[in-house]
């Protein structure tokens, strides 16, 4: 009789530690007033976790929602910081270069209203594609990315693909001991889009540069792949909508943790499925990404007068 009670009392002394006795809900909504039973407190059956707290409801994780998604929507791209050095003038410093070069470059980007310094450095035939990289990665102050691994880079599936080609990213390689993602850029490093993706990822991020040309390439080859864990939205800025596509997914599949952040002009939620309720051909997380409409993009404004940088003489010293 003793060993046939010894469950039933380690099984109430789990309900005294949890304080499942209590009547208090666990749900991080302040003005949920929904009553659990004990057996959904124990299972968390209809509970999501939204940014690490824990919602009892599907209403109270729409609210949250809501909550959540304006502050996205309103919140403004961070500005990319300005780099110490001008691309054309390091090339110049390296002997990459000369100020005639530079000068005719700035001048085609300037006509043509489109395109990097890098690129139009390319196109006149000034320099290859690998010295701009080189020079990207010193201005940046990244190592270079020399080689990719297709296969590796098909497997790290983590990050939506139209993030990916909005800036010109590529997931390298994860290393599992330091919780690391490397991501190779293409043409400019966004410390915010790295950011996003490490609240996004629960990991590191670490940036590297490489040739604009090959990531280009990798992504025209990963835009032919199926990608059944990515769903994109948009352009869209209701966020009434958006708040109810965004409940419709975590309503049919039941995530056990739901995570959200924005990314450029891009919303992107991302639902962890659990084990006991994905079938086979569903992924462990489904990628949700709304992508925002925004004004018509305005002309490239002309570059700084690189003329001022470079033709004045340099101090004589006596």
Aim: contains cysteine; proline residues 10%.
């Amino acid at each position: 009789m003793t060993d046939f009670l010894k469950p039933l009392t380690r099984f109430a002394n789990w309900i005294k530690r949890h304080n499942f006795e209590s009547s208090q809900s666990p749900c991080a909504l302040v003005s949920c007033s929904h009553s659990r039973s004990l057996w959904q407190r124990v299972r968390h059956c209809q509970g999501t976790f939204l940014q690490g707290a824990f919602y009892c409801q599907p209403q109270c994780l729409e609210i949250a929602l809501i909550s959540q998604l304006s502050h996205l929507r309103v919140m403004a791209p961070s500005p990319p910081p300005p780099n110490r050095i001008p691309l054309g003038l390091l090339m110049v410093a390296r002997g990459k270069l000369t100020f005639a070069e530079v000068r005719a470059a700035l001048e085609a980007q300037r006509r043509a209203r489109y395109g990097k310094i890098g690129e139009w450095i390319e196109k006149l035939g000034f320099a290859t594609e690998q010295e701009v990289t080189t020079a990207l990665a010193l201005q940046w102050g990244c190592p270079v990315a020399t080689s990719f691994d297709p296969s590796t880079i098909h497997s790290l599936g983590n990050i939506p693909f139209p993030i990916l080609e909005a800036f010109q990213m590529l997931p390298l390689n994860h290393v599992a001991s330091s919780n690391t993602l490397y991501l190779a850029f293409g043409e400019r490093v966004d410390h915010g889009a790295l950011y996003a993706i490490e609240k996004i990822l629960a990991c590191r991020t670490q940036p590297c540069v490489a040739g604009r040309k090959s990531v280009a390439c990798q992504l025209d080859s990963m835009r032919q792949l199926p990608r059944p864990s990515d769903v994109e939205f948009g352009p869209m800025n209701d966020l009434a909508e958006i708040a109810r596509i965004a409940s419709s997914y975590t309503a049919r599949l039941s995530p056990e943790a739901v995570r959200l952040s924005r990314i450029g002009r891009f919303i992107w939620l991302r639902l962890d499925v659990p084990a006991h309720v994905r079938s086979k051909p569903l992924p462990h997380a489904t990628n949700v990404v709304f992508r925002l409409s925004t004004d018509s993009p305005r002309p490239l404004p002309p570059p700084r007068p690189f003329r001022q940088l470079i033709t004045a003489p340099p101090p004589r010293t006596t």
